[in-house]
């Protein structure tokens, strides 16, 4: 059964970078109709979806944020990554990761599973 | 930017069935997921593609998406199914959530 893991800092200053990693086990990276996600949720709030890579490396970003984030991934390490520049209070989240699965027709099919999340707080 | 828009709460009796419901655009032309959140815990996909169960969710669990409403429904409503539950799509080139809805089981 896959598991997904974040890790990373807890605490990044304003203006500086967010790092995040997320790493598979139970699994390849490489195999499956998979695209790897992130997503966030700030405390008490809905989710956001934030973007995601298939594992050609090639990334879809939520346009709101597109601009400052980069998701890549390392099949050599099996996982993936999430940079977010420039952070504001406003980045303070619970970051998840997720694999979203498309079927064997190639129809979405649901974000499954889903790591623990990391909670990462903006603040000097 | 697509929205998709679930009330912020429903409550339901022990037993009873609760309906949440999730409205976009054109939602029917759209595959819909859904998730439950309990407390401190991740999401959990409990329907994909409108209406389907992955393997370890309770028959309890169903879905439905027409015209611009898909609905999730609890039958048989226990006091474990109190949890945040959300709606998603994909919507050109983007993931979107739905804004969530909390059942409280009285």
């Known amino acids: 059964q896959v598991h997904l893991q974040e890790s990373g800092p807890g605490l990044v200053k304003p203006s500086q970078t967010l790092s995040l990693t997320c790493s598979v086990s139970?699994?390849?990276?490489?195999?499956?109709?998979?695209?790897w996600s992130w997503i966030r949720q700030p405390a008490g709030k809905g989710l956001e979806w934030i973007g995601r890579v298939f594992t050609s490396g090639i990334p879809t970003y939520n346009s709101s944020l597109m601009s400052r984030v980069t998701i890549s991934i390392d099949t050599s390490k099996n996982q993936f990554s999430l940079r977010l520049r420039s952070v504001t209070a406003a980045d303070t989240a619970v970051y998840y990761c997720?694999?979203?699965?498309?079927?064997?027709?190639?129809?979405?099919?649901?974000?499954?599973?889903w790591g623990q999340g990391h909670l990462v707080t903006v603040s000097s | 930017s697509y929205d998709l828009t679930q009330p912020p709460s429903v409550s339901v009796s022990p037993g009873q069935t609760a309906s949440i419901t999730c409205f976009g655009d054109?939602?029917?032309?759209?595959?819909v997921s859904w998730y439950r959140q309990g407390p401190g815990q991740s999401p959990v996909l409990v329907i994909y593609?409108?209406?389907e169960r992955p393997s370890g969710i309770p028959e309890r669990f169903s879905g439905s998406n027409s015209g611009n409403i898909a609905t999730l429904t609890i039958s048989g409503t226990q006091a474990l199914d109190e949890a945040d539950y959300y709606c998603q799509a994909w919507d050109t080139s983007s993931e979107v959530f739905g804004t969530g809805t909390k059942v409280t089981v009285l």
């Open positions: 054109e939602l029917e032309d759209k595959y």
């Open positions: 139970g699994g390849s990276i490489s195999s499956g109709n998979y695209y």
């Open positions: 593609q409108d209406i």
């Open positions: 997720a694999r979203y699965i498309y079927d064997l027709r190639n129809n979405p099919a649901g974000f499954d599973p």
